[in-house]
């Protein structure tokens, strides 16, 4: 398993009955997660000092409730920031299960010694992009939220990154890198983080076991002839990193490259397990 622990603001207290107690900075939230289906004594002090917790309704989605929670903060990763808030189904803005991924392309992209054009697609609040950028590559962020294209400058912007060739695209991923096709463009590297589900800008369905093959295909066309990696993350059970390899050796057959796959997590302080997060496929050209 490839483990995000180099974080120093944030944290997994502990997981227990469906639900991981996080620090995050200096807040403590209590939110659901799918893969705590073990229920052990709440021993840790911080299940009692809660700044907010997320509930789940048995009907679907859920609420938050606050105690002392500011609208918006940030947190520190290496030489990035973030702004935090916390929003819809639970979430605060940033999967930091997503830095061991950050690691390992930024010393890519500064050991490649030639510029490096990077597409991140589905690219949600620009983690992946500011770390590409801060690494020193040229990235173009896809994302069909207006809302979270913002986000994402607010957090290059935060990183002291406003000044960085980062194209900004708000749209439909499939359409932009059909698009894109046609213009003749290439990229070095591409990033995606697709949804399990979505619709796209004329009601097209999205569904990640019958879209996301077909797709990554797509976006081999958009490969420069030396391309340095190719990540897809998932966080669709029915995914296993096997399952994204296969998928990556198959689609990028025309190149010449180490293909990686694994599940990704964080260490839980409390207990010394390793919370899984989601699965991550790499291919890194040789």
């Not at 620009?126 to 400058?153: E, R």
């Not at 029915?238 to 010449?256: D, E, H, R, W």
């Amino acid at each position: 398993m490839w483990i995000a622990n180099n974080w120093k603001d944030y944290e997994v207290y502990d997981c227990s009955g469906g639900e991981k107690l996080e620090r995050w900075g200096k807040y403590t939230l209590l939110r659901p997660d799918p893969q705590v289906i073990w229920d052990t004594p709440k021993k840790d002090p911080h299940w009692k000092k809660l700044n907010a917790h997320y509930h789940r309704s048995k009907k679907g989605g859920g609420e938050w409730e606050f105690f002392d929670l500011p609208e918006q903060w940030s947190i520190k990763y290496n030489n990035l920031t973030f702004q935090l808030k916390p929003f819809s189904f639970k979430h605060t803005g940033l999967f930091p299960e997503q830095a061991v991924n950050w690691d390992w392309f930024s010393k890519l992209i500064k050991e490649a010694d030639r510029p490096i054009k990077v597409l991140n697609l589905f690219a949600y609040t620009g983690g992946a992009t500011i770390s590409a950028a801060a690494a020193g590559a040229s990235v173009t962020h896809v994302d069909a939220s207006k809302g979270m294209v913002s986000w994402a400058k607010e957090n290059a912007q935060s990183s002291g990154l406003s000044d960085a060739p980062i194209r900004w695209i708000v749209d439909d991923c499939k359409k932009f890198v059909e698009r894109e096709i046609r213009r003749g463009n290439h990229y070095d590297a591409i990033i995606m983080d697709p949804p399990s589900y979505g619709r796209g800008p004329k009601g097209e369905i999205w569904k990640i076991e019958t879209s996301i093959y077909p797709f990554i295909e797509l976006c081999v066309n958009l490969l420069s002839d030396k391309p340095l990696f190719f990540l897809v993350n998932s966080y669709t059970t029915g995914l296993q990193p096997a399952v994204l390899s296969y998928m990556i050796s198959t689609a990028l057959k025309g190149y010449n490259g180490v293909i990686t796959a694994d599940e990704i997590g964080l260490p839980v302080s409390s207990n010394g397990l390793v919370l899984p997060c989601g699965a991550s496929g790499r291919f890194e050209c040789k």
